[in-house]
């Protein structure tokens, strides 16, 4: 079956620090791949998504690229701001028809000034 | 768009109580999603709907779960009887055709 594994967090960063949450996919045929965000009290937002190998998605100065070869979508930011602290999730849809999402465990990022 | 519903945001109640869960997805979407979110288990996908129409219930934990979706606007998740593991956040989502889901903000549930 599908199955999404992301790093433990939880992840301390300073502020304007680069940050890195690795994430690697089990999945038969051709995913779409989501990063997923989550702030305090709030649901899921999207945050971005590819939808074929070699995509980059790309949001808020967040970047994932979707590597088939390694079968990973690491997310990444350049420098990290105090908002950007969050439970950061990835996913995997394997279309067949539906958007049924898979999802990782979720990474919480926190961001000290 | 209003965004995705849910009500109540947070609900305490005794083990043993019928708990209802509502969600009002955003208009147009044909797709709605429920979903369970604890500590040990993370996100989990109870069932999800497609024009009213349950597709997918595999993910229901057993028969104290039921859900329905009467029509286009309104999806209840029911828990009867309810249990102490039923504790959780439940989140609806709901997406038109297969772009990305869109969530609500959640219903806190605590079972004591």
């Not at chain 1, 279309?95 to 898979?102: E, H, K, V």
């Amino acid at each position: 079956g599908n199955s999404v594994t992301q790093m433990e967090g939880p992840v301390t960063l300073s502020e304007e620090a680069f940050l890195t949450i690795n994430c690697t996919y089990t999945a038969t045929g051709y995913p779409s791949l989501f990063w997923y965000v989550q702030y305090p009290g709030e649901g899921l937002q999207l945050l971005l998504k590819a939808t074929k190998a070699d995509d980059k998605g790309s949001n808020k100065g967040f970047e994932a690229t979707y590597r088939k070869e390694t079968t990973s979508f690491h997310l990444e930011k350049g420098s990290v701001q105090v908002s950007d602290s969050a439970v950061y999730f990835c996913a995997l849809s394997s279309g067949a028809g539906s958007y049924q999402l898979t999802f990782g465990k979720g990474t919480k990022l926190s961001v000290i000034p | 768009d209003a965004g995705v519903i849910q009500s109540p945001r947070h609900e305490v109640t005794e083990m043993g109580q019928e708990v209802t869960l509502r969600c009002k997805p955003i208009s147009g979407h044909d797709y709605l999603f429920w979903y369970r979110q604890t500590m040990m288990r993370g996100l989990e996908l109870l069932i999800y709907f497609n024009n009213n129409v349950p597709i997918d219930d595999s993910g229901m934990p057993e028969d104290r779960f039921s859900a329905k979706m009467p029509n286009a606007s309104f999806s209840t998740l029911k828990i009867q009887p309810s249990e102490p593991r039923d504790s959780a956040v439940y989140f609806c989502a709901s997406s038109r055709d297969l772009r990305p889901q869109h969530f609500g903000d959640g219903t806190r549930l605590s079972i004591l």
